[in-house]
């Protein structure tokens, strides 16, 4: 019995019995039978009465109906109720009742007057709770109206799997009226497999009770699709009574999807194609990428074709009607590749080898208008190739059935088209496609124009670079040299690696490295500032410590501002093929390597030179140092920027390690010094590296000597016989070289310095005598005074009879050394 007052006869007396075991529908709903007599007293009273009222079957016996209405009740009072019953034969309403614990139960009441067999007048009524069947009614009607209004179309099966009921939104969908639904399986409406795969479900869901839903088929006519769900239906015992079933249509959310799916595709696309043209500077590349982005993702096919100044870097002419511009294809991709498509798609195998097309048809009105051409299908393609054209044979052969051709155009200049095609059995293009291959069209062209751009720019750039560089290394006895420079590969803005070999007097050399920091036109003009400065300083014969020292002062008259100082690295190395010695010095540069003979081994072995540390140009406060080393003949010596050692997460010792391992494998006593340039360039930067690189030049010289027999050198004490042994060795010399013709002046020139000399000096006095392409000849004294750079060196040189020298020799100088100052001069062989 229930003693909740809210839910009489509700959920915890109606859904289990005395065992616990569910109970059927009936059982939500307690059903009791009273039976009255005309003055309303009862004389029948089921167990269902109680369980409603509380009343036992004892109890409510002889009862008025009247004490079981509450107090105030209106049918407490008379025999409304009964007149009612008896003139309609039946009375239905709610009636408030009281519990046997004194509260009040609205109960549904159902009567109907009888009588017994000795025709005495009952009244029958059956009475329930009202609120659970309110409930049950209300349950009753959501179900119809769901039946009946709901857009989703629902079917109910048995267990035999047969229509049971069906609402208007199925008949619908299935097209087929619901008399011709009832008493069917889904075998027998509709079409296989749909019918035999939703048949297999159904007897799943049966056997197992397992519910499935948001199943995806396709619809009785094959257009749409469906979204079918089933579960197990069952009672209140668990009894299985059916299955059902809901079919929603989601053909409009299907294409809404694949809408959406498609402008993914083609935003992802547009995304690839960004990134893969994004860092490209090479027409012929970007043509690459593009081609390979869209096959097959969007074609089957695809080229790009451009003007023919454009693929070379040039200026895009002026294309419009009737003019006969020239296209050549620079890219092509096909979704399989064989030599009947290779053929029919015009693609190269040999580099260099063009393919040149002269726009008719299609491609010239799209060229000259930039109205792209979308030919949907075959026919319309067919329609639009004329008469010879090898496009034609092309798209029977592929099977092409549509294609689109779009300009490629940047800062409104035409460069040239894409062309793609569909093949087989892939849908056609459509408008949405022509609007997404004319922005990709945008996005190339403009990459396009920039590689075209970049091209010009750079070889503008390297064009200025390369005139501020040596064209040519003079060719010196003693002395090979060869020599490279490779620009940047990433990026139109040239270096400031430079370098130069410059011819000094008495047959030595100078090889000079540097490097400007930054990048530009601004460290181009830095560079070939710095360069000439060097090659006038070189002609004063200075010192290679001293030469850098002046180097650097002057570097800031070459500065643009104050703040802003001249930075560059540079190495100056200074050779004389007579004495085999090298001095060098650097500012902040790295240090040379030099490759010689090992006397024990006979194996050639590279070796960096320890260089005495000098701070970068721009640097003030900072000495610059020498180191003089005397090399074995024939030995080598490389000088080369950062560029060619230095390398990203890596230590730039490794670098010049790397550097001297492969120089000291591919130099040998006669290796032509071009190859090692190469051997060098090859393997220390190689062309598919893969990586952004900086400028880098590279100058390699193999230290020779001049024949003995060529030089001459003598010592003579200081004092007046020193002048007539050296004329007479003057003499002795040139007669053995055959110059006798030059003896005059020269003994009278050597004869006036050593005599100066004589006078104020008291230390030993050199002679030396070079023939090469003059005749050199240099005269030291130990001078303890050190270099001036004052308006008395005129008189100094008035004591030295440089005047003499200045008037009868072709050339002449001076320069300070480590034993004193030397003063030389040379005279033109005869003839």
């Not at 009255?36 to 269902?48: E, F, I, K, N, S």
């Not at 074709?305 to 050549?328: K, Y």
């Not at 004063?540 to 104050?562: C, K, T, V």
């Not at 007479?728 to 030059?742: C, D, F, K, N």
Request: proline letters at 7%.
């Amino acid at each position: 019995m229930s003693t909740e007052p809210s839910e009489p006869g509700g959920r915890d007396s109606a859904t289990t019995g005395p065992a616990g075991s569910p109970r059927s529908l009936l059982d939500l709903l307690p059903l009791g039978t009273v039976a009255l007599d005309a003055r309303g007293t009862v004389h029948l009273w089921t167990a269902p009465a109680t369980d409603l009222l509380g009343w036992s079957e004892h109890e409510a016996t002889g009862m008025r109906l009247a004490g079981l209405l509450p107090p105030g009740h209106p049918a407490a009072r008379g025999t409304g109720l009964l007149r009612a019953l008896l003139r309609d034969h039946r009375w239905r309403g709610t009636l408030p009742l009281r519990h046997r614990d004194g509260h009040t139960v609205e109960l549904a009441v159902r009567a109907w007057p009888a009588r017994d067999g000795d025709g005495t007048l009952r009244v029958l009524a059956d009475i329930a709770g009202a609120r659970p069947l309110h409930l049950l009614e209300r349950n009753a009607a959501a179900l119809d109206a769901l039946f009946t209004s709901s857009p989703i179309g629902i079917a109910l099966f048995d267990t035999e799997q047969r229509y049971t009921r069906v609402n208007e939104a199925l008949t619908r969908l299935y097209g087929i009226p619901a008399a011709d639904l009832t008493g069917r399986t889904v075998l027998d409406v509709l079409p296989s497999p749909v019918g035999e795969e939703l048949h297999r479900i159904q007897r799943a869901v049966l056997r197992t009770g397992q519910p499935i839903g948001d199943l995806v088929t396709a619809s009785p006519d094959g257009r749409g699709a469906h979204s079918v769900s089933f579960g197990r239906l069952t009672d209140r015992a668990g009894r299985t009574l059916g299955v059902s079933c809901t079919v929603l249509d989601i053909s409009e959310r299907r294409e809404a999807l694949a809408d959406i799916e498609r402008a993914r595709q083609r935003l992802a696309l547009l995304d690839d194609v960004g990134i893969a043209l994004g860092d490209l500077l090479d027409v012929r590349r970007i043509g690459e990428a593009l081609t390979l982005a869209l096959v097959p993702r969007f074609a089957d096919y695809a080229g790009v074709e451009l003007l023919v100044p454009v693929a070379s870097g040039g200026d895009p002419p002026d294309v419009g009607e009737g003019i006969d511009a020239r296209l050549v294809q620079i890219a092509v991709a096909a979704k399989r590749h064989d030599p009947a498509v290779d053929r029919m798609l015009r693609v190269s195998h040999e580099d260099g080898d063009e393919i040149v097309f002269r726009p008719g048809s299609v491609l010239g009105p799209v060229l000259a208008t930039g109205t792209p051409h979308l030919a949907e299908t075959r026919e319309q393609l067919l329609a639009a190739v004329a008469p010879g054209d090898p496009m034609g044979p092309a798209v029977e052969a592929l099977g092409i059935h549509s294609m689109l051709t779009v300009p490629l155009r940047a800062r409104g200049r035409a460069l040239g088209l894409l062309v793609v095609s569909r093949a087989g059995e892939r849908a056609g293009f459509d408008r949405e496609d022509l609007t997404l291959a004319l922005e990709l069209a945008a996005r190339a062209g403009i990459s396009l124009d920039n590689a075209r751009l970049y091209v010009r720019e750079r070889e503008g750039a390297l064009t200025l670079q390369r005139s501020l560089l040596p064209q040519s290394l003079p060719e010196l006895p003693g002395i090979e040299a060869a020599h490279r420079y490779v620009p940047s590969s990433s990026g139109a803005e040239i270096g400031g690696d430079w370098f130069d070999v410059i011819p000094l007097t008495g047959g030595r050399v100078a090889f000079v490295i540097g490097d400007v920091t930054g990048h530009g036109l601004r460290a181009a003009a830095l560079m070939g500032q710095l360069r000439t400065a060097v090659r006038t300083l070189a002609g004063l014969d200075l010192a290679p410590a001293r030469l850098l020292h002046r180097l650097n002062q002057l570097g800031r008259d070459i500065a643009q501002r104050p703040d802003d100082p001249v930075m560059a690295t540079c190495l100056y190395a200074a050779y004389d093929p007579g004495t085999r010695v090298c001095t060098l010095a650097k500012a902040g540069h790295l240090p040379p390597v030099l490759v010689c003979e090992d006397p024990a081994t006979g194996h050639w072995v590279a070796r960096p030179l320890d260089l005495p540390s000098g701070a970068p140009l721009g640097v003030d406060g900072v000495p610059f140092d020498e180191l003089r080393i005397e090399v074995a003949e024939g030995s080598v010596l490389a000088l080369y920027t950062d560029g060619l050692v230095e390398e990203r997460d890596k230590d730039i010792t490794e670098g010049v390690a790397r550097l001297g391992e492969v120089l000291t494998r591919s130099i040998g006593p006669a290796t032509p010094l071009e190859g090692v340039c190469d051997t060098v360039i090859r393997s220390l930067r190689p062309k598919d590296a893969g990586r952004d690189s900086d400028d880098l030049a590279l100058l390699v010289a193999r230290l020779g000597a001049l024949p003995d027999d060529r030089v001459g050198t003598w010592t003579f004490p200081a004092g007046l016989p020193a002048s007539d042994n050296a004329k007479g060795r003057v003499r002795a010399t040139l007669a053995q070289w055959g110059l006798e013709a030059l003896c005059p002046r020269a003994e009278r020139l050597v004869a006036e310095l050593i005599g100066n000399a004589s006078r104020y000096t008291r230390g030993p006095i050199s002679l030396r005598m070079v023939h090469s392409t003059t005749l050199l000849i240099e005269v030291t004294d130990p001078v303890p005074d050190p270099v001036r750079d004052t308006a008395s060196a005129l008189d100094d040189e008035s004591r030295r009879g440089l005047p003499l020298v200045a008037a009868e020799s072709r050339r002449w100088g001076t320069r300070e050394g480590p034993i004193g100052r030397t003063v030389w001069f040379e005279l033109g062989l005869p003839g």
